[in-house]
């Protein structure tokens, strides 16, 4: 099975910047719904962030016109670049690839929507 692998996460003060990576190691998930999420522990699971295979990009509210999504075909890799970043996005964050009925991150994802889950990345936002 193939394996996603994030990378990127670290410790930044409040508005700074990072740029997650989300590497596949064998498929190409060109026709894949391909999203980020994020989780703090003792709360839900957040979507944050998600691209369609048609170019698509949808984001929650919470990070939209901060973080901006991208997929290097070449790579294999998807992006997740963060700016201005805030306290509150402390979190792991994880990305995803599936073929939901849907892939607006705002809907209510089931954990099977997505098939592939990397193991996550730390993003720490101090103030």
């Known amino acids: 099975q193939d394996r996603l692998v994030e990378s990127g996460g670290g410790s930044v003060q409040s508005g700074g910047s990072l740029r997650l990576s989300c590497a596949a190691s064998r498929y190409t998930y060109s026709s894949y719904c391909l999203a980020w999420f994020r989780q703090v522990p003792g709360k839900e699971r957040e979507g944050v962030a998600a691209?369609?295979?048609?170019?698509?990009?949808t984001y929650a509210d919470s990070v939209k016109d901060r973080f901006t999504i991208s997929q290097d075909n070449d790579k294999n890799t998807l992006y997740l670049q963060m700016n201005s970043l805030k306290p509150e996005d402390t979190a792991m964050y994880y990305c995803a690839a599936g073929i939901p009925l849907t892939c607006d991150i705002n809907y209510n994802f089931e954990n099977d929507d997505f098939g592939h889950w990397g193991q996550g990345t730390q993003v720490s936002v101090s103030s």
């Open positions: 691209l369609d295979n048609d170019g698509t990009t």
